[in-house]
C-alpha cells in the first residue's frame, strides 16, 4: 500500500513522485476519472471536482472530468490539482491512496451510497491500480472520511484496452 498526506486550504494537488510505475520508459499510462463525491459541508449540495493533470511542471490536461482519461508518459513527476467547479469551498485534507489488487485495502465503506474500496479493487484487471483521494477531512473516524471524493484507475498498460473505451464513470445523485 503506497499513502501520501498532504494538507491545502484552498485548492488540494498532489505530487505522485517516485511512485512505482509498470510501464516501461517508451510506454504510456493512462489516467481515468472514474467517481467523485465531494460536500462542501454538512448539508450543502455535492460539488463538482475537476482534475488539472500536470507532468514534470508542464500542464497536461486542464480540467478532468468524471468519465475522461489523460495520458501520461509515467507517474514521475505527475501532480494532481483540484478544484471544485460547483460550490464554493476549500479543501481542509489531501491524502491520497494507490491501491493495486494484491494491496492491503482499509477497512473503509463508502459515505453516502458509494461502494467499498474493497468492492472497486475487485473490478481492477491486473494492470490497473486504484487511485483514491480524500479531500474533506484528516478524522479517519469520521462518516465522511471514505478516500472516495476523488476517485481514479490507473491503467498500466493502456494497450490492453481500447483506450477510446474507458471504463464507464459512476455517477452518484445528490
Same mark, same amino acid.
Given at each position: 500500500?503506497?499513502?501520501?498526506?498532504?494538507?491545502? @486550504?484552498?485548492? /488540494?494537488?498532489? %505530487?505522485?513522485?517516485?511512485l512505482?510505475?509498470?510501464? #516501461?520508459? #517508451? =510506454?504510456?499510462?493512462?489516467?481515468?476519472?472514474? /467517481?467523485?463525491? *465531494?460536500?462542501?459541508?454538512?448539508?450543502? =449540495?455535492?460539488?463538482?471536482?475537476? &482534475?488539472? &493533470?500536470?507532468?514534470?511542471?508542464?500542464?497536461?490536461?486542464?480540467?478532468?472530468?468524471?468519465?475522461?482519461?489523460?495520458?501520461?508518459? !509515467?507517474f514521475?513527476?505527475?501532480?494532481l490539482? *483540484?478544484?471544485? /467547479?460547483?460550490?464554493?469551498?476549500?479543501?481542509?485534507? +489531501? $491524502? =491520497? @491512496?494507490l491501491?493495486?489488487? +494484491?494491496?492491503?485495502?482499509?477497512? %473503509?465503506?463508502?459515505?453516502?451510497?458509494?461502494?467499498?474500496?474493497?468492492? @472497486?479493487?475487485?473490478?481492477?484487471?491486473?494492470? $490497473?491500480?486504484? *487511485?483514491?483521494v480524500? @479531500?474533506?477531512?484528516?478524522?479517519? #473516524?469520521?462518516?465522511? *472520511?471514505?478516500?472516495? !471524493?476523488?476517485?481514479?484507475?490507473?491503467?498500466?498498460?493502456?494497450?490492453?484496452?481500447i483506450?477510446?473505451?474507458?471504463?464507464?464513470?459512476?455517477?452518484?445523485?445528490?
Amino acid at each position: 500500500m503506497k499513502f501520501f498526506k498532504e494538507i491545502a @486550504l484552498i485548492a /488540494a494537488t498532489t %505530487l505522485i513522485s517516485g511512485l512505482p510505475t509498470q510501464a #516501461s520508459a #517508451s =510506454s504510456m499510462i493512462e489516467l481515468t476519472y472514474q /467517481a467523485s463525491q *465531494y460536500q462542501c459541508h454538512a448539508g450543502a =449540495s455535492q460539488s463538482t471536482i475537476l &482534475v488539472d &493533470v500536470y507532468h514534470n511542471g508542464e500542464l497536461v490536461k486542464d480540467g478532468l472530468a468524471v468519465g475522461e482519461s489523460v495520458m501520461v508518459p !509515467d507517474f514521475n513527476g505527475v501532480e494532481l490539482d *483540484y478544484q471544485a /467547479a460547483t460550490g464554493s469551498c476549500g479543501f481542509s485534507a +489531501n $491524502e =491520497s @491512496l494507490l491501491l493495486g489488487k +494484491n494491496d492491503s485495502i482499509p477497512n %473503509l465503506s463508502g459515505a453516502y451510497e458509494q461502494e467499498a474500496i474493497a468492492s @472497486l479493487v475487485a473490478g481492477l484487471q491486473d494492470y $490497473e491500480d486504484l *487511485y483514491l483521494v480524500e @479531500l474533506g477531512t484528516t478524522d479517519t #473516524s469520521s462518516f465522511a *472520511y471514505d478516500l472516495q !471524493d476523488v476517485v481514479m484507475v490507473v491503467n498500466n498498460n493502456p494497450n490492453t484496452i481500447i483506450s477510446s473505451n474507458p471504463p464507464s464513470p459512476i455517477i452518484f445523485a445528490d
